[in-house]
């Protein structure tokens, strides 16, 4: 558990103010790579890897409300991980996401 965490499976990620409109930064919660991404207000966390063929999700581009793999340009839905471009079977997790005292808390299973 993380220290002062909302609940045990929340994790501090990130200070709210180092993400702003319509960027994106990848974090490690607990060995795994999650692509933060701030898009027209809204926080949104997801798999950083890309089913295909391990893309940074987090390197991409935004298109609307997805993000666009940089490798071969699948495209997934922020809020869901759905494809919106690509092979409907292989999306990405999503995680929710708090904001809590300036810093964003990512939602993760804890491993033990």
Same mark, same amino acid.
């Given at each position: 558990?993380? =220290?002062?965490?909302?609940?045990?499976?929340?994790?501090?990620?990130?200070d709210?103010? =180092?993400?702003?409109?319509?960027?994106?930064?990848?974090?490690?919660?607990?060995?795994?790579?999650?692509?933060?991404?701030?898009?027209?207000?809204?926080?949104? =966390?997801?798999?950083?890897?890309?089913?295909?063929?391990?893309?940074?999700?987090?390197?991409?581009?935004?298109?609307?409300?997805?993000?666009?793999?940089?490798?071969?340009?699948?495209?997934?839905?922020?809020?869901?991980?759905?494809?919106?471009?690509?092979?409907?079977?292989?999306?990405? =997790?999503?995680?929710?996401?708090?904001?809590e005292?300036?810093?964003?808390?990512?939602?993760?299973?804890?491993?033990?």
């Amino acid at each position: 558990m993380n =220290a002062e965490s909302p609940s045990p499976s929340f994790y501090s990620v990130l200070d709210e103010s =180092a993400l702003t409109d319509n960027s994106m930064e990848i974090v490690e919660v607990q060995g795994r790579r999650i692509a933060l991404i701030k898009r027209f207000g809204k926080i949104y =966390a997801l798999d950083n890897t890309c089913p295909h063929l391990g893309g940074s999700l987090g390197r991409g581009t935004l298109k609307g409300v997805a993000v666009i793999c940089p490798l071969h340009h699948w495209t997934f839905d922020l809020a869901t991980g759905g494809v919106v471009e690509g092979v409907p079977d292989e999306g990405v =997790a999503v995680y929710e996401v708090k904001v809590e005292n300036g810093k964003i808390w990512v939602n993760y299973p804890s491993l033990t």
